[in-house]
């Protein structure tokens, strides 16, 4: 499966040291160029996790920078990033990994396939790459990656972990 990433997952999936389940779960990964801008504007704790990843087969994808009207009048608000995320995933047809709440909402109205972190990490138990959903979503919040309770709650569920 071809997948298209927004930072917010890659920060988040790095943050748990997880970020190499991409490569468990998907046959393809790709990020835009702004989204890799992003990454590395400032150094984190998980710089090195990135780069890791970056190294062993997420590609940086550039965008093909014509866009119909509708389309940019829907993803105008947002960053360079996000907009060049879902540019990219809908011009290949890809899952789009997208966490933040404007840009997953622009996602919907064009019909582009997507999930999130939470996503992610409930794909992998699934799978079988990890045991436990919730254990991990609580480390992101204490690296000071914001989740709601709901979400939380959502995810213990449907994780059977609730």
């Keep these: 499966m071809k997948v298209v990433s927004d930072t917010g997952p890659l920060i988040a999936l790095a943050k748990i040291n997880h970020i190499a389940l991409l490569r468990g779960l998907f046959d393809f990964v790709s990020i835009p160029v702004a989204v890799h801008a992003e ?30 009207a509708d389309i940019y009048s829907l993803i105008a608000r947002l960053n360079k990033g996000e907009q060049e995320a879902i540019i990219l995933a809908y011009q290949h047809q890809a899952l789009l990994l997208i966490d933040e709440r404007q840009g997953r909402q622009a996602t919907r109205a064009l ?36 989740l709601s309770d709901e979400v939380l709650a959502s995810a213990a569920q449907l994780a059977g972990e609730g």
């Design 39 to 68: 990454l590395f504007t400032k150094t984190s704790l998980e710089s090195h996790h990135l780069n890791a990843a970056l190294a062993q087969g997420i590609i940086r994808t550039t965008v093909c920078d014509t866009v119909s």
């Design 111 to 146: 019909a582009i396939r997507m999930t999130g972190t939470v996503g992610v990490l409930l794909l992998a138990k699934q799978r079988g790459l990890v045991t436990s959903v919730l254990p991990l979503l609580h480390d992101l919040r204490q690296y000071g990656y914001w």
